[in-house]
């Protein structure tokens, strides 16, 4: 079993034995995570002349200034008439994507090719929706950013390739600093002095979100040095109040105690006015938060930038890959366009994904909101400094406690910050133990 992190690679001792029961899945006693025949690399591949065909299902957006994935597809299809794709939108939620994959590989007719979050390669993995495909994965290495492309690694084995990620940043209004005389802070301790002294002006420079709980909260965990989920001899690590955990929940109390931070949800109808109306003038967001923060307030364009987090660490929210189904007969040649398409990287750019690959894409119009700013270099620093988080079997369980009741009781101060991470921890614990897995 392998932790699964941004930027690094663990197996779990083959000594540990254990059933893993799923819906579709039989019961075993195995090696590692993998379900029967789960993430079994295919050993035929068809020949070169030979023409296949190639679904690939997506969740990337359409919008009118985004270069559609069709016409992306399309330069593909005219310059390999020999492996020919077909893309498919998927309107769902990522865990509503997973449900349907799996259903269509009961069935045998599953896309060869997926979209799938770091944080769900593990659940596939266990259920044996995905294939191992290293022997190809391998052969890209070099053009990705090392944290993302071992992301993609289950057990040792690579599922796909990375395709975007979500590195931590501070977006900030600049113009209201300067009228505020404030610094953009460079320690977190700077950070809640600076956010006392402009909510003493009804001005927050940031939020806390938390229908955001999960990200904000694991992210921040990262960059701080901690890690909630890990492996421990033969057995799951369950640890939310390590130091670093304590540092992050400890920032957030102080901030919601003092009223320092603005209490609304991300996803809030409130949010936007609030950035609107000037209430609102920074926020920790991961990356791809950018042009969605442009679009909030389009009448404050050029007022705004980007930094770094306090400390200069950054920590990882979403970021997704895209995986081999386990029906998929043709996975070299999957693989090959896979390669290709997450290196379009203006293209992917103008999806407002922050990329994967090396390659660097051109500044995307929504840099004209960060005054021009160069956000792609902003974003490849973040990238750069973002520490690595474990995502385990069942995270959805604490995800959807700390995104929800809990993300929510400590905003309205009904529970202490750090008695929400103790809690989810507390509820991975028990979702681990379901799947008969060891947990310490």
Known sequence: MTRIVAGQRFDLSRKLKRSIALAGVVAMASLGLAACGGADDKAGSADSNEKVEIEYLHRLDNADDAVKVQTIVDKWNKENPNIKVTPKKFDGKAQELIKKVQTDTDAK?????????????????????????????????????????????????????????????????????????????????????????????????????GDE???????????????????EGDAWKVDTTDEGSASVAALWQKLLDEKSAKVVGRWADEWAPAVQKGEIIGTIGAAWEAPLIAGDAPDQSGQWAIAQLPGGASGPDGGSGVVVSKTCEHPEQAMKFNAWFNEQVDDLASQGLVVAAKATPKAPDYA?????????????????????????????????????????????????????????????????????????
């Not at 690694?153 to 590195?167: C, E, F």
């Not at 709980?213 to 492996?231: D, E, L, N």
């Not at 529970?415 to 060891?438: R, T």
């Open 213 to 231: 709980g999960a990200q904000i909260f694991s992210a921040m965990t990262a960059a701080a040095g901690g890690q909630w989920f890990g492996v």
């Open 109 to 209: 007719n599953a896309p060869c090719l997926y979209q799938a979050g770091y944080a769900d390669l593990a659940e596939l993995y266990v259920k044996g929706l995905v294939q191992d495909v290293s022997k190809y994965a391998t052969q890209y290495k070099d053009k990705y950013l090392p944290g993302p492309f071992d992301s993609m690694a289950v057990d040792g084995k690579y599922l796909g390739l990375p395709q975007d990620t979500g590195p931590l940043v501070y977006f900030y209004n600049k113009a209201e600093f300067d009228k505020l005389g404030l610094k953009v802070p460079t320690t977190w301790e700077e950070f809640t002095t600076t956010a006392k002294a402009a909510a003493e002006k009804g001005k927050y420079i940031v939020a806390y979100e």
């Open 368 to 440: 004209k909101f960060y005054g021009g700013q160069d956000v792609i270099k902003e974003f490849t620093t973040a990238n750069t400094n973002m520490k690595p988080f474990t995502f385990p079997p069942s995270w959805s369980v604490p995800q959807g406690y700390l995104s929800g009741e809990g993300g929510a009781a400590a905003g309205d101060g009904t529970m202490k910050v750090a008695d929400v991470f103790k809690n989810s921890g507390d509820q991975l614990k028990d979702a681990l133990k379901k799947l008969n897995l060891e947990v310490k």
